[in-house]
């Protein structure tokens, strides 16, 4: 009996410092506005209780896609660097700073839209 709940003691001690080694890397989806400019990216964080707070962020982009998409949206719309375009991204903030995996979704500002995009069909 002395040697099963030894072995089961030594089990659990090796399994919890095996999970405490392992390092969680969690990605989170982040929506605010960026400005290319500044390098500045604003989120809105969402709290239920307290009031709402207002992080600023700097952008690190490794998926290499931020570059891109400026290029086709001011190739298309005329959109410059000081213009504030509505980001979706998906990664993780260190320090202050917001290193983005994945470029989600992307919004240019309504003004940079031409006209006959808001036309209803006729």
């Not at 095996?18 to 990216?41: D, L, M, P, R």
């Not at 290499?64 to 504030?84: A, C, K, R, W």
Request: net charge positive.
């Amino acid at each position: 009996m002395k040697k099963m709940v030894l072995f089961l003691l030594i089990m659990t001690m090796a399994f919890v410092s095996y999970s405490a080694k392992k390092t969680k890397i969690t990605n989170k989806v982040y929506t605010g506005e960026y400005v290319k400019s500044t390098n500045t990216f604003t989120y809105k964080k969402d709290n239920l209780v307290f009031k709402d707070k207002t992080l600023y962020y700097q952008l690190n982009d490794n998926s290499g896609t931020l570059d891109l998409v400026y290029n086709s949206i001011g190739q298309n719309y005329g959109v410059t660097d000081e213009d504030i375009i509505t980001l979706t991204v998906s990664g993780r903030v260190s320090n202050g700073i917001l290193t983005v995996d994945r470029i989600i979704n992307y919004r240019i500002p309504e003004y940079k839209l031409p006209v006959n995009t808001f036309e209803l069909g006729n």
